[in-house]
């Protein structure tokens, strides 16, 4: 399946930080969202093939990289208070098929 | 006007009951649709996928209509443990691929 670390992080404004995900086995494709609370998520980017293939409302200092081990990470930076929500990783063979998701990282930033 | 509307809910409902979810999307350009499940402080999980054929699988039944992009999702005999956060998924677009999902609708089914 789909995991992700850490499942709790806490940070403060300004700091920078990264979240980790490994995708299911063979799958070429890995997604992140945010999720705030009583909101469905947010698409934050999307990875084909190590290739940003899309993009969401999120500002440029939301980023991310795709690894060839089926691992990626979201780097945050400037964090601002806003920023504190569940973010969700999911995988999927190609874009537009089902996704799979891991339980999400919870950032609290205060 | 939001890409994808659900009904906002809660839906309160006894065990047994009929229940029905509807979403609309504003881009048709819109290439593939799900319905997700998501529980109090877990991840979505899949329910369905959604075809313009229909989808059924026991009690679950979806249903796409690209003419009104509307996408639907009729849940039958309602179990205590169909309680959850039910999300509408639209994949695709113009101008670089997106995923959006609904708001979610929350259901609540009681003894």
């Known amino acids: 399946g789909v995991t992700q670390s850490p499942t709790h992080l806490i940070k403060t404004r300004g700091q920078q930080v990264t979240l980790r995900c490994s995708s299911q086995?063979?799958?070429?494709?890995v997604s992140w969202y945010q999720q705030a609370l009583g909101q469905g998520p947010q698409f934050i980017f999307q990875?084909?093939?190590?290739?940003?293939?899309g993009r969401g409302n999120f500002p440029p200092r939301f980023s991310g990289l795709q690894f060839p081990n089926d691992s990626s990470e979201l780097n945050v930076n400037a964090l601002e208070l806003d920023d504190s929500a569940l973010y969700l990783c999911a995988s999927s063979l190609f874009p537009g098929e089902t996704q799979y998701f891991g339980p999400g990282t919870r950032l609290t930033v205060l | 006007r939001k890409e994808v509307e659900q009904d906002p809910g809660p839906f309160n409902v006894p065990e047994g009951a009929t229940v029905a979810f509807n979403c609309t999307y504003s881009?048709?350009?819109?290439?593939?649709f799900f319905w997700y499940r998501q529980d109090c402080r877990k991840e979505p999980k899949l329910l369905m996928s959604?075809?313009?054929s229909g989808n059924e699988d026991g009690r679950f039944t979806a249903q796409l209509n690209r003419a009104s992009q509307y996408i639907s999702l009729l849940i039958r005999d309602s179990k205590l443990s169909d309680s959850a956060t039910y999300l509408c998924v639209v994949n695709g677009g113009t101008g670089g691929f997106k995923t959006i999902f609904g708001a979610g609708t929350r259901l609540f089914v009681k003894a």
């Open positions: 959604v075809y313009s």
């Open positions: 881009n048709s350009a819109s290439q593939s």
């Open positions: 990875y084909y093939r190590k290739e940003e293939n």
């Open positions: 086995s063979g799958h070429n494709t």
